[in-house]
């Protein structure tokens, strides 16, 4: 659960009493385990572009079990390479609706010069966002996006202070927030930012204030943090009356907007003012009108039912690209590169709502052989699903491919998967090899 403000601002003024950095404080055997997991890494991967304190942050997530922390650094790579995060900030280029509709920005520092973070939730047209861009875009711009810009934010305010700066300070201010505010696939995406987030940016997070939370806040946490490990949520401070208070124990009044307790601009004043975004988007920015099923193959998914699209690549370095849509309600979707007989996993599986806006996206097949495209139902126990998909190669010169249409293969009932129901993130049927005995198979 999360803790008080009264007793969290009492650890802080203990903590910055005796301010040394947990990375500066190593004993002999916590470096040694830091060099044995560069060194073991090191094996397979070129990790030069990562220093030790980079590292520490995940050794000290995994409680400095070399073993775990390991295995949790290995899938960031992964999660890197396929979100591009290395080069995330200069090749991605957000829209005009996440950059001016999200409800956020950077502005100030806390005492221990940390960058913070605001968001207004009640000011996020959250079903104008899911219309107007595509939920794979969306996540990228919540998690490398805007984890690496803060990265960088912490970069320099280092160099501005001389000393190790790392982590970042949020205020979320709930004033607003009801309940028609409650959208379910938004609520979903951002369970799953925070899920990224605590899997690949471990021990960034310093502080998340809660202000002006509504009565149904605890239920909304509730959803939220369901995936969160017990020291994150522990790193969120709710402030229900008096929060200025709370804010100015840790904060400046000169780094604080005037409508939050300090001395700072608030948005819209003249000069470095803070800039929130957020409103209502306008109805011609949807992506969703007119959905089109030109080059699109349908696929009729029964409850508990998968499909395989088996997708041949014949050269190293060319890319896969799909784009796809529902008729109605969410899909399972993943990619896999065939290993010998069994299959793993290159996008993860996850739930996605996308009978709105078309999701798409692309993969760079490093490899030449088989990858699978698989669109899966298994967590539903009702209900069938039409999808509509169109899946292509780029090869040389970009030249796009297309995948030949082709009906599923009809298959017997398999059970759908027992737990998965509760969950945005489907599990992963590669676990099975090749898939359950009601999968069916397209052939490309």
Known sequence: SAVSASNRSKMAEASEATSVHPFDALTAEQRTLLAEMRA?????????????????????????????????????????????????????????????????????????????????????????????????????????????????????????????????????????????????????????????????????????????????????????????????????????????????????PSELPAMFGGTGPNPGDAGDAPKFGGGEIPREWYLSEGLSTDGHTTHELRAGQFIDVNVDITAPDQILTWDFFTAANDIAFSVLAQEGETLKPVVPSTRIECDQVPESGAFHCQKAGRYVVRFDNTFSYFRAKTVHARVEVLGEGGVAIPAPAAASVPAPDAPPAAAAEATPVASNPTDQGAGPAGASVVAV
């Open 40 to 252: 073991r890494i090191s094996k397979s991967e070129d990790i030069s572009r990562f220093d030790d304190h980079y590292l520490w942050r995940f050794l000290s997530a995994r409680e400095y079990n070399l073993e775990a922390a390991e295995k949790m650094f290995r899938s960031h790579l992964e999660w890197r390479r396929w979100m591009s995060a290395d080069t995330v900030l200069e090749e991605f280029k957000p829209s005009k609706v996440m950059n001016e509709y999200f409800a956020l920005g950077w502005w100030g520092h806390d005492k221990e010069g940390n960058p913070i973070r605001y968001e207004r939730p009640a000011h996020v047209d959250s079903r104008g966002l899911l219309r107007s861009a595509c939920r794979s875009e969306l996540l990228k711009y919540r998690t490398a996006y805007m984890m690496e810009d803060a990265l960088r934010r912490c970069q320099e305010a280092s160099k501005k202070t001389g000393k190790r700066i790392d982590r970042i300070t949020f205020i979320v201010d709930f004033d607003g927030f009801t309940l028609r505010t409650i959208y379910r696939p938004y609520l979903q995406l951002t369970r799953e930012v925070f899920k990224v987030l605590e899997e690949n940016y471990p021990q960034v997070l310093r502080r998340v204030f809660i202000i002006n939370p509504p009565g149904i806040f605890p239920y909304v946490f509730s959803l939220v943090s369901r995936l969160m490990h017990e020291n994150t949520r522990k790193k969120f401070v709710m402030c229900a009356s008096r929060y200025q208070e709370s804010l100015l124990a840790e904060i400046a």
